[in-house]
């Protein structure tokens, strides 16, 4: 599946729990020998009764992480379609805390983020007091940047001309910054208008992505905490477009876009170790279970 081209593999493991080592996200996230994605979505039963689902997130080096916004859109998508649940309200159960997905009439997804955590401790980042910005240095360069938790860390810089940003450059050294303990996420933002910006984001442990849903909030709640932004903002991304709308301090950040799936597959391991005499009978009964999810779909 894919958010504005943030793209994902969505394992169900809700009939069958599902374990998998860090190097074997990173095989299956390998773009030439694996089925190439950003991050690794796993769709879990809910772990408490006040939710309907866990929601774990793996990105593309291995590691798990807190929250992911596009994948939140295709995880609504993917357990609806699935015939998971019925619901179009649905509440999952992150690491970085609980979220709300609401499936719109129109097939789009609006993601309750909550409340964005601000003091520095709560990224995590290094610095003395809490500030709206922060200045910090990267091999000599004196840079500016913002700093907001969306349940995973993010760095917010604001730039004139978004196609110029070294991205490549300053995204992966700010992601392994020492002021960073457990690395971030890096935007770059250029602001077209206070109801208007375009983003590109370095992804922690992915690099830069087509689109990041919870590094566009941050760059929304940076901006406007910055007296930049609005309420409302439209955020431009290299995969496409995400409304996002955040009313001011100690309130929720709401996110609306799409949510695509690409196609249905089988994944399995190549190395005689995992293939035992039941794979057989198992890729035939999978395969049934992709068909019919298809038929119940069309
Ligand atoms: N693509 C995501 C964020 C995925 C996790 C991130 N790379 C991290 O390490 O925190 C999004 O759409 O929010």
């Known amino acids: 599946m894919h958010g504005l081209g943030n793209d994902f593999m969505v394992l169900d493991a809700t009939r069958e729990a599902i374990a998998l080592a860090p190097g074997d996200i990173r095989a299956m996230a390998d773009r030439h020998f694996g089925v190439g994605f950003d991050q690794l979505l796993l769709v879990e039963r809910a772990p408490h009764a006040s939710v309907d689902f866990g929601y774990r997130i793996f990105n593309a080096d291995g590691g798990e992480v807190e929250q992911c916004g596009n994948g939140a859109r295709c995880f609504a998508r993917f357990v609806r379609e699935q015939g998971l649940t019925d619901k179009d309200h649905i509440r999952v159960q992150t690491c970085g805390g609980a979220i709300e997905l609401h499936i719109t009439g129109h097939g789009d997804v609006r993601v309750?983020?909550?409340?964005?955590?601000?003091?520095?401790?709560?990224?995590?980042?290094?610095?003395?007091?809490?500030?709206?910005?922060?200045?910090?240095?990267?091999?000599?360069?004196?840079?500016?940047?913002?700093?907001?938790?969306?349940?995973?860390?993010?760095?917010?810089?604001?730039?004139?001309?978004?196609?110029?940003?070294?991205?490549?450059?300053?995204?992966?050294?700010?992601?392994?910054?020492?002021?960073?303990?457990?690395?971030?996420?890096?935007?770059?933002m250029q602001i077209l208008t206070p109801e208007r910006i375009r983003l590109r984001v370095h992804e922690r442990g992915a690099g830069e992505t087509l689109a990041c849903g919870t590094g566009a909030c941050a760059a929304v709640v940076a901006g406007r905490r910055l007296g930049w932004l609005g309420r409302d903002v439209t955020v431009g991304l290299p995969g496409g477009e995400l409304q996002v709308t955040w009313p001011g301090e100690g309130h929720p950040v709401s996110m609306l876009g799409p949510a695509t799936r690409v196609y249905d597959g089988l994944w399995l391991w190549p190395d005689a170790a995992r293939a035992g005499e039941a794979q057989d009978a198992k890729v035939h009964a999978a395969l049934a279970t992709i068909a019919v999810d298809r038929q119940k779909r069309a």
């Open 112 to 188: 309750d983020m909550g409340v964005p955590r601000l003091l520095p401790a709560e990224i995590p980042f290094d610095a003395p007091a809490p500030a709206l910005s922060y200045p910090i240095t990267v091999e000599g360069e004196a840079l500016e940047l913002a700093v907001v938790n969306m349940g995973n860390p993010h760095a917010v810089l604001r730039v004139d001309d978004l196609g110029r940003a070294p991205v490549a450059r300053l995204g992966p050294l700010l992601e392994r910054h020492p002021r960073f303990p457990a690395r971030v996420n890096v935007g770059f």
